[in-house]
């Protein structure tokens, strides 16, 4: 029944993240915001609640290592999602039509995870009321990166906006869904996205003891690639309706807002530092996360793919990376 539980809080989750998915490009054509803004606030909070609820739950259980494997485990999946889509949709170039403004969301990332590897490694357990100061240092780091980014891509908006959006059907349901439809619409969503999330923590932690796979292997694959079914989907349904800001937006700022979550997790442990408690094979992930960001970087910024294959190859490698990654996890879990 765990197993069966276990499925069924997946199914819920994929099909609640496709209504929030259509919602979000609703939000994001008919106001001011745009693709990037709602994919990177909105859309990316909203699928990352199974996140949430799943690393919450995991440190009220007592199982920190689920925690904080759930969290950069999410973001080692999401990026090897947006590389399998761009492989899938190739002869689009999803990365060479993305706004540069990902830049921003991409290296805020990349900041927060050297944050991570680098708590990892000194395992510092200093608290301030309670709280780790790494956790801390995540947390404000997070808020003023938000800000820049918003401010920028308002700066931008207009711009992109002629540069990049492609034509909206006019025969499309989403066309004729008011505003209002898609804000209730996506909040009711989000909830039940947070319902399942609960259901997954707590099945997965049964999972690891029944398995004897180990929570830290557990938390960073299994229980990690579930609660990022939102964030696939998601992506999936803003390429279908040809937002690809909307899904770039929503894989990236998926990742900066998961680092937000492991500071939350911080919060509640109060027996000090959470990530100073943790196993050390959480390293293996952060520094996975950090190559697979890097790379991701690298094919943004790669304007001039003259072939295919050129174009091509940094997804290929986040395919590679990410699989070596779990490996590597998973034999020293």
């Known amino acids: 029944m765990v197993f069966v539980w276990f499925l069924l809080a997946a199914v819920v989750t994929v099909y609640a993240a496709m209504k929030l998915s259509s919602y979000a490009d609703v939000i994001s054509t008919k106001t001011a915001m745009g ?44 990026v090897f999602i947006l590389a399998c889509f761009d492989l899938y949709y190739r002869k689009r170039k999803l990365f060479l039509q993305a706004s540069n403004d990902h830049l921003y969301t991409a290296g805020l990332g990349l900041l927060l995870t050297l944050l991570v590897m680098a708590a990892l490694i000194l395992r510092l357990d200093f608290t301030i009321l309670g709280i780790g100061l790494d956790s801390l240092l995540i947390a404000i ?73 180990g929570s830290s292997f557990i938390g960073s694959f299994l229980v990690a690639a ?74 943004v910024l790669m304007k001039k793919a003259t072939s295919s294959l050129k174009y091509m190859l940094p997804s290929i490698l986040i395919v590679i990376v990410y699989f070596t990654t779990s490996y590597l996890i998973f034999i020293n879990s």
Request: glycine fraction near 10%.
């Open 35 to 78: 693709g990037l803004l709602v994919g990177t606030l909105l859309l990316a909070g909203a699928t990352s609640l199974p996140e949430v609820t799943t690393s919450l739950s995991a440190v009220l259980i007592g199982n920190n290592d689920i925690a904080i494997g759930n969290v950069l485990g999410s973001n080692l999946f999401n």
């Open 141 to 213: 780091i997070y808020v003023v990166g938000i800000v820049v980014i918003g401010r920028i891509s308002k700066s931008n908006q207009t711009v992109e906006a002629v540069e990049s959006h492609e034509p909206i059907d006019k025969t499309a349901s989403n066309f004729t869904m008011t505003v209002r439809h898609a804000v209730i619409g996506f909040i009711i969503a989000a909830i039940v996205i947070m319902g399942a999330g609960t259901v997954l923590s707590i099945m997965g932690d049964q999972i690891a003891v029944i398995t004897g796979l």
């Open 226 to 299: 579930t609660t990022s079914l939102p964030e696939a989907v998601s992506v999936f349904v803003a390429l279908r309706l040809k937002n690809i800001n909307l899904a770039m937006g929503s894989i990236l700022g998926s990742n900066i807002f998961n680092m937000l979550i492991l500071a939350g997790s911080d919060v509640i442990y109060r027996e000090g530092a959470i990530i100073a408690s943790v196993s050390d094979s959480h390293l293996l992930t952060a520094v996975g996360v950090t190559i697979l960001s890097v790379i991701a970087i690298w094919a």
